[in-house]
């Protein structure tokens, strides 16, 4: 299973952008996927999550102003970061659980850098 983030750049405050993360290889069944964000010189924090039923959640302090959705038909997850501040400035991962008869496993994304000016 391999994940490809994409969408990160350089976005003005106030602005939006849009993060992409397409999930490929032997697919069994994808149940949690998530975006979590590395802001520099911060430890790693989770931004928003969806369920394979479609429940969503986030961070009290991610609330508001990111939304994540999914299509299943193409194994992407997708978050939507409006109204962006500076310090939404990180390098942002998704996250997918991938459960199959041998069990479920975690895979990461390879991040992709949201640097929002001021």
């Known amino acids: 299973v391999q994940l490809q983030a994409s969408g990160g750049g350089l976005v003005q405050a106030g602005g939006s952008l849009r993060l992409s993360c397409a999930v490929s290889?032997?697919?069994?069944?994808?149940?949690?996927m998530a975006w979590y964000r590395h802001p520099p010189g911060k430890q790693r924090e989770l931004v928003a999550t969806?369920?394979?039923?479609?429940?969503?959640n986030y961070p009290d302090s991610m609330k508001g102003r990111f939304t994540i959705s999914r299509d299943n038909t193409k194994n992407t997850v997708y978050l939507q970061m409006d109204s962006l501040k500076p310090e939404d400035t990180a390098v942002y991962y998704c996250?997918?659980?991938?459960?199959?008869?041998?069990?479920?496993?975690?895979?990461w994304g390879q991040g992709t850098l949201v640097t929002v000016s001021s």
């Open positions: 969806s369920t394979a039923g479609g429940s969503t």
């Open positions: 290889g032997n697919i069994v069944r994808i149940n949690i």
């Open positions: 996250n997918v659980q991938h459960c199959s008869g041998y069990g479920c496993l975690t895979y």
